[in-house]
Structure formats: structure tokens, C-alpha cells
């Protein structure tokens, strides 16, 4: 069972950036696939960007060109890098994983996953 801590969140302005970390720990990280989500209040849990083990990636309309995913296995670790924030991306940021055989397999679904970290907010605002 692997377990995931994301961090680097914060306050940031319109326009500025942020690069979030997930380590993950407790299980062979380069077998699983990655997500992130994010959500806010009130609001469902939604797709952010997801990174196949090979590290092939996809994203939701909404941060496509803005946002770019990426992991490192030697540091069993998952990034997301923000540019260009806005305060529609405010929210809590989760990663989650899911095992699978599959080098080039990924999911934008959240029933997808297995395992999910405890979150990191991000507030965009001036």
C-alpha cells in the first residue's frame, strides 16, 4: 500500500506560479499511474492532470498549457508545475495512484484510483 503527502501549495497572485510535490512511499512507485484533482467547496472532486508511468500525460481543458505534470522514480515522487495561475484555480490539490501493468496507461477518471493523499491548498488571489 503506498502512501502519498503532497506539498508546495500557498498563496500566490494572478499570473504567478507554483510547483506542488507528491511523495509517495510504502510501495514501488514506478508501477503506479498518477493523478491529480482538485476541488473546492461545495464542489466535486475534478480532473486536474494525470501521468502514466512512462510519464505520459493529459489534462483537463481547464489547465491544458498551463500545467505540466511529472514524476521522477529514482525520488518516488509526482509533480505539478502552475503557471499563469488564476483564481479559478484555487482549491485543495490532491494526488492519487493506482497500480497497473500498463507503461502508457492513464485515467482522468477518480474512481480510477486507489490511493489518495491528505491534500495541499492553493489560493490564487491579489
Known amino acids: 500500500q503506498v502512501q502519498l503527502v503532497e506539498s508546495g501549495g500557498g498563496l500566490v497572485q494572478p499570473g504567478g506560479s507554483l510547483r506542488l510535490s507528491c511523495a509517495a512511499s510504502?510501495?514501488?512507485?514506478?508501477?503506479?499511474?498518477m493523478g491529480w484533482f482538485r476541488q473546492t467547496p461545495g464542489k466535486e472532486r475534478e480532473f486536474v492532470a494525470t501521468?502514466?508511468?512512462?510519464?505520459?500525460?493529459y489534462y483537463a481543458d481547464s489547465v491544458k498549457g498551463r500545467f505540466t505534470g511529472s514524476r521522477d522514480n529514482a525520488k518516488n515522487t509526482v509533480y505539478l508545475q502552475m503557471n499563469s495561475l488564476k483564481p479559478e484555480d484555487t482549491a485543495v490539490y490532491y494526488c492519487?495512484?493506482?497500480?497497473?501493468?500498463?507503461?502508457?496507461?492513464?485515467?482522468?477518471?477518480?474512481?480510477?484510483?486507489?490511493?489518495w493523499g491528505q491534500g495541499t491548498r492553493v489560493t490564487v488571489s491579489s
Open positions: 510504502g510501495g514501488t512507485f514506478h508501477r503506479y499511474f
Open positions: 492519487a495512484a493506482k497500480q497497473t501493468y500498463d507503461d502508457s496507461y492513464y485515467s482522468s477518471g477518480r474512481y480510477a484510483y486507489d490511493y
Open positions: 501521468i502514466s508511468r512512462s510519464g505520459s500525460t
